[in-house]
Structure formats: C-alpha cells, structure tokens
C-alpha cells in the first residue's frame, strides 16, 4: 500500500516530469511563460524539488461576481463580454470568478497550440479592464475527461500544468475535487488500496488529488495563487471521522471525503473562496456561522477568504431571501471578520436583474452611500403598539424607524425620515374599520383599527356610579370626567347645572389620547338641622361632534346639621406685646373642644407626610398651601366617604393613611415651644404638645388668582410669612428669640377665628421675603414636635439635587416612551437629564439622578424617593405633545408657591435657549411657570417642578430635543436657570 505521502511526492515529482516534456510546446508562449517552464525544467533536475518564492497580487478589497462563459453566445464573445464586465464595474465590481465549465462541456482548451478560445478572450478582456481574475479548475471533470488508455492522474497533472501556464490569472479556484462513495471508487480501491480501509482510502484519494494540482499550479506560476472552493460548511460542533478536532461538523469533509481544514492547515491553499449558501436566518447552514469558522481557520494559516454570497436567492421564499437587505447585511457582517479580504457574488445575472433593487442598494454599498449602522434595524413601530385593536380615539399616532437605505411605504405613499431618524404623522380614524399597510424591506405591517364612539370615557372614582357621598353642608362636591379634547361637558345635581372646565394638564389622561380631563365643583346647600338632605345622583354629560354621552354618578346626602355642644372660649386673650413674656411663660388660653370625660373617635395618622385634603370639599387634589402631617397625629372623626375620613377640624385624610381609635377627648392640650434655631441645613422650631393635634402651614403674602387648573396661580412668589395654626390646642407659650434662625425674623401668636372657632396661630415673619423652601413636621424620639425649614443658601454646591427624567421603565419591565410625536419623549428626558447631572456635579453639587432607565419609580412615590435623598431642589424633567403641529415652546409647572420661582427661572433660560439656538423666527416661546397639580411636584418639603422642555408634536422643538448639541444647550439653559433659582433665593448673612 502506498501511504498518503508517498502519493502527493509521486505526483509532484510527475509534474516535474511533465513540465520538462512540455517545454518545447511552451515556447510558443510568451517569454514569460517560456522563463516560468524554463525554471520549472531546471527545478525537475534537482534531486529535491524547488517552488519559486511566490508573488502573488491577491486583492484586499475585492468586489467581484461568477460569470459562466456559457452564458454568452459564441458570435461576437469578446465585444459582448467586455460590454458585460463594463456593466460590472459600473455597480462597482473590481474583479470576476470565471467559469468555463458548461453543459456542453469546456470554454477552453489547453492545446498550447491554438488560442482565441473563450476563457483566454474572457481573461484578456478582465485584464485590460484592470479587473481582478480568478478562473475555477474542476478536478474531477478534468479526471472524466481522461482519454482512455491513459493514466488519469498523470492526465491531471499535464492539464494542472497547461491550464496554470496558458490562463494568465490572479487565481485558480480549485473546485470538484470531493470523493464520491460508488462502486466504481470501490473497485479502484479494492486495486489500489493496499488495505488501508474505504474511507481511508477515500480521504486520501481526495487529498492526493487536491495537493498535486496544487503543487503543479505553484511550480508552472509562482504568480497565480491556489485558491480551494470550501462549499456546505457548518452543522454543529464535531471531531472528525479520524479524530481530528475540525471546530465544526461540515458535509464537504463527510460525504465528500474532503478535509478542506486540513488542506488550509497543510499549506495547499494561498486563499479561501467560503460559498456561503444560506441567509443569515439559516439555521442550518447560517451566513454568519459559516464564515466565521472560515474566517478563524484563515487566520490561522494567515491567508485571505473570500465570501461567495449566493444573490440568486434575492426575493425566493428560502428563509431570510425575500428581503432588500440581505446581502448588505452580510456584506456588513463579514466586515467584522478577520482576513476577510472580498466579497463575490454568484449570479451576474441576478445582478443584472435587480431584484427588489438590491444591485442598486450594493452599488450605493460600494460607494459608501449606506448608513451601515442601520442596516440591522427593521421596521420598527413605537406607535400604534397593537396592529388589530378597537379605540375611542379621533386619530392615531404612527411612530416608528426603519433602515433608511430601503425605502419604506405607508399606504403606497413613500415615508423619510426626520433628521432624529423617526418618522411619525397621525391619521383621523373614520368611525368603523380603518385598514393602514406599511411596507419595508420585505416585511408588511396591517393594520386594523376599529374606531368607536366614546365621547365621554369616564368620570372620577369618587363621584363613580354606586357610592354615596354623604358630605356636610356647604360643601363642594368635585367632579372628574375624561372626555374627548374640546368637548363641551356639563354637571348637573339637585337642579344646579355648571359647566366643567378643560385642563391643560392631568395625570389621569394619557398625553398620548384624544382624551382631556374636565373639572368643577357643586356646592351643596347648607344643610338641614337634624335632618339628612337627599340631592340624588351627579349627572355628567359631554358632547362632541354631534356626539353625546351622560353619566350617571354618585347618590349626594348632606348630612344633618348638628349644633355644636360647646363653643370654644377665650380665657386668657393674647397680648399684642408678648416681649414680656418669659421663654416657657403660657402667653394664652382657650377652652377645650372636647372634655377629658368625653368617649370620642380619633382618626390617627399612620405615616410621615400625609398629604392633606381640604374638607370642605370632594376634591381628590390636596391644597397646596396646607403642610403634610406627622405620624401620630389626632384629630376628631366627623364622618366618612368614599376613601377618606372628615374631621372636625375641616381637614380629610386618605383611609390609607389613617386608623380610627377610640379614647376620649383631649381636654386640656398646652403646647410648649422649646428652641428656636438652626440644625444642620434647616432652621427649627421644636414644641412639646401633650396631645399630638393636626395643624395646617400657609405661605402668607401671595397675590394668588384663578386659573385653568385652579386658584392658586401665582406671577410671582412674594410671601412675607409663613402660619401654622393649629387645632386642638388650649394653651400656647412665648416664644424664644429668633436670632439664630436663618428662615424666620420673628414670631408671634395670634387667636383666631377659623370657620367660627378659635383656634391658636404661630405667624412666622421671614427674614427675606419671598425665600422660603417649604417645611417637614415629624415627631423626634422624645415625643416633640420637629419643625424644619430648608435654608436656602448662595452657595449651590451645598445642595441636594434630584433630577427625575420622566417616565423610563415600567413596574411590568418594558419600556414607558412618554409622548409620541417626532420623538419619543422618554429619549429625550434622558438625554438631557443625564447632561444636567453632569454639569452639576462639575459644579460641587450633590446631585442624585433617579435611574429610569433602568429602574421602576411609582410616579406617586417619586417624591418619596427624592425625600430620601435629603433633597433640597426637586426637577422633574419632560417633554410636551399638543394635538396639533403648532404648538410649541417651554413651560414648567409648579404645585407649592415657593417652586413658582424655580419653575419661572427655569422655564424663561429654556425658552430663551430656544429662541436664540433653535427658533428660524427667533420667536420667544417661554409658555411661563404654570401652576397645575402632578404627583411629582405635591411635596411640601422642597421646591418642586416639571419642566416640559418643548414639544414632541413640533418638528423644530422635536428636532432640538433630539440632537445631541441642542441637549447640551437646553442642559445648560436649565442649570442656569437653578443657578439663577439659589442667587435670588440664597439667604446672605445678616
């Protein structure tokens, strides 16, 4: 038996044979061929032989396509395939694989003799054209072609040689040189095989083919490089059938009998050409799969690959095939690849076809007119979420990217996209079915959108169907509807009728929807003695369009008027001058409310900051000129409705936030004022009370006035004290001096009537006014009373500063985009949020970002979350939406009057960014600091606002807030805006 080794020598040294023999013929050939045979004559003559150092010109860039000569008619060859390679090149082509094999049998001869056959016309015409030439070698047709008589291999090795010496090229692709399993291999082996073993036999029948063309193609032309065709790689994770570790199970080396690795790894190639037959969706043989094990066995053996993409499969059903991007996707993928030296496409035909326009998609490619970074991104909708769905909405928002080298077709008519990389328009949903159709890339989108009639969607839960409110004479009922934007809504109770007002800002609507909250208040009649009053249900209405709805809510009782027991006396009146009081010293008397020997019900706080409702009324919004309350604070029970308790002292709290106790009355409750000073960044006032009484703290001085969202707009912050009046209370002490507090001057008592009953009032003088930071009211360890009041300072780098940028992720982990406009509002928060973070802490400042990107924050408890922080300034940072284009500009909202001043500063730097940056008309677009109520401005310990930087529904707002340079501007504009906040707010020494 003759070994493997023994094999390839025998061949090698036969091509030296053969190459001496057929100097004579080579003669006819040019002078460099005659020096190529010469050399190789002289070389056979050596005991051991010599291959000439190669020089090879394999190209680094390579573009270029399979052309089958037997495409082209015999009659006029040349002039037609010179006129096709210049088509080539006109899509960017730089080179051509050539194939001369047919059905009719070879383009070409390797008779030295005659010349003019198609291969040599084809290769002349690539050359003068400055093309890149690479020419397929069938071995096994070659074999077949063996006259009969001859020994085939010695066959092979004469034509290797011709073949090598008379087609001038930068390669040959050795291709068909995979074994096959049949009984003619069978037989052959049986003669020759030595006993070996079949498939020993087989793979080194293979390798012994494969090498010794090879060896006779290097030493004929020590220019043109051995290139081996590598086709069906790739299954999974195998040893081979010697046990070999090849990385990869592929068919080539198992039904072909062909270890292409080992060829790779031996040194018998100087290039791969990687046919990669499947998509990059292909599970089976996958693009990216494929020539990635390729690409590391090159790297290995430290020569090139090329990647033949198989573009006649553009626009079949084939997995992955039937989209535009396809093979710039692989195009893209194979960029990333190491040795990955050229690209060649199968089918030139295919080319010339354009198929879903994909040749002038790769023109562009190689021209670099193709955004590659956004090849891998398909059609992608932020807006509508849902493709079949039922609404009540007007219109719908159509939101989305796609890859903009593919055009893209709503209902037929082509999409672009804006400069942030989105598209977005809304369309007006006809009542019934409405069908949209978009288009792209291979993929379609149907829509299906129902479209019914809700003019008005819902009412608020309190003044809900099925309840009853049973609330005290003269108060105000509240009533919430959701209707359409621009409806005209109505509410109706025991014959009185108002007409509900539109805000301009809720939390209750999505910004997104056709829909806008409508707000107003009934007052109920005084009331009866001893006798309920029955109004009967709330009736709500809303029309639109010629649309109407109504509603039918809430059964009202107002409750019987009870006269009260006892009035509340003074007994020892306040002086006017109290500087003659010692500290401690009782400065005032007043009976108590309810005696010591009296069974009562207590509503008692279970919670730090309750929030505070008015009880006059059924308003869910808390006011904001009352303080949140400590836990453990009493106050007597007077009725309940819905989710809250009444107390006596005109006050609601949220049963949440409460437990009813019983016990009995306070009595006598003195409250004794201990200090009066500074701690740490806050001003105090520290009390002892023997019974824990509710009280409410108001900024006094405002000029306060009516608004769209209520009565507590503001054109500027301008308090001059601040009150805290207190229930339950029967005796008050003098006060200590005021001069180590920073927030407050001065202070006196006062008895005053609230609603016809006395009640002791603190009256604090602020050291400057309109500087005020809100307070907190907690109970310390000992059981005292802890007032604090955050001090302002010049100093910003001393402060606490939480920046939330809204929405971000939701509790059910996907992600909360905000208003959908030209942009999506989340991006844009975020953006600017985490530029305002930086330049803060460049500052000194102490600044604490809420992470909504990746974190859930309840939008009620954010607040909470500040307060944690030991926040001093609280900016809450969004984004607008209108329902039409027009709208644009800045606003920031506030709740508490002592934010108005923030939101004010804010809102003026923000606009004024816009209109000398942004604006073509350099319009002044500062929509103003605006009073509205949002959970995340309710706190009454901090200032607090949103700003809405612009409008996502404006494209030059739009635009501003998605460029990264406007972002850093708009940035700058809000940290100026809070420097600007704490110079005028900042106390000075004094």
Known sequence: MRNKFI??????LSAFMLLSQLTAVAEEKTNENTSASAESAEQSKQTTPQIAEPKLTLSNELKATVINLGDFAAEKFGENFSKKLDTLIAYGMNGVY?????????????????????????????????????????????????????????????????????????GIILTGFYGTNNNSAYEEYMKNGSGIGYKNWLYDTVEYKFSTVSGVIRLSDNSIAVGID???????????????DTSAKYTAFYNGYADTKSFVEKGLTDFIVVNASGSLDNETVGFENVCSWWSNVAKSAKIPFYIVHHNEKIGTDEDGWGVEDQLLKQLAKADELDNYSGSVFYSEKSLEENPMGTTDTLTKYFNEQINVDSLFEDLEMTSPYYTNYSTDDTSVAFMGTFDENFDVYFDGEKLSLNEAGNFYFEKQLEVGM?????????????YNIERTINVLKSIGSSVAEGKTLKVDGGMAVSVLAVAYKGSYATATLGGTTIELTENAKSDVVDINSSYAAFTGKIVVPEGIVDEEQYLGNVEISASYAGYSRTYIGAEVIVNAVKLPDKNIEIIDKIPTDQSSFGTGEIVGRLSAAVSEDTSVTYVKLNKNFAYIYDGTN??????PNVGQLPEGTLDYYKSEWDEYYVTTSGKRFLKEDAD???????????????????????????????????????????DYYSGYDGEFNLDDFTATHINITFDNITSVTALPDFDNCTVFSAGEWQQVDVDGVMKFRL???????????????TYDSEGNLL???????????????VIDPGHGVTEYGYDDPGAIGHIEEAGANLAVAKLVESKLKALGVNVVRLKTESEFYDTKRRPYYARDYGCDLYIAIHSNKAGSESPRGTECYYYTSYSQPLAESLTRHVSSYFSNNVYSDGANCNRGAQYSYMWTTKQQDFPSVLIEMGFVSNYEDAMALANSTDQDGIAQAIVDGIKEYVTRSGVSSY
């Open 7 to 12: 094999r390839i020598m025998a061949g090698v």
């Open 98 to 170: 050539i194939n001369p094999y047919g059905k009719d049998g070879t383009y070409y001869t390797t008779n030295m003799n005659k010349s003019g056959d198609r291969l040599e016309k084809a290769l002349e015409a690539a050359t003068k054209k400055g093309m890149q030439r690479y020419v397929y070698f069938d071995i096994n047709k070659t074999m077949a072609a063996c006259p009969d008589g001859e020994d085939c291999y010695d066959y092979l090795v004469s034509e290797a040689h011709k073949f090598a010496l008379k087609y001038r090229c930068n």
């Open 787 to 801: 007032f604090k009041f955050e001090i302002l300072t010049n100093d910003i780098s001393n402060m606490t500063i």
């Open 660 to 702: 009813l106790t019983s016990g009995v009355g306070m009595g006598e409750n003195p409250l004794v004022v201990n200090a009066i000073g500074n701690m740490g960044g806050d001003s105090f006032i520290q009390m002892a009370l023997e019974d824990r009484s509710s009280f409410t703290v108001t900024p006094i001085g405002n």
């Open 618 to 623: 059924t308003d869910s919004v808390n006011p």
């Open 763 to 777: 009256v604090l003088k602020l050291r400057q006014p309109g500087v005020y930071a809100g307070n907190s009211a």
């Open 434 to 446: 409405n069908t949209f159709v978009i288009t792209h890339k291979g993929k379609t989108i149907y």
């Open 230 to 244: 590598a086709k069906d790689v790739w299954a999974n994770a195998s040893k081979n059938k010697k046990g070999s």
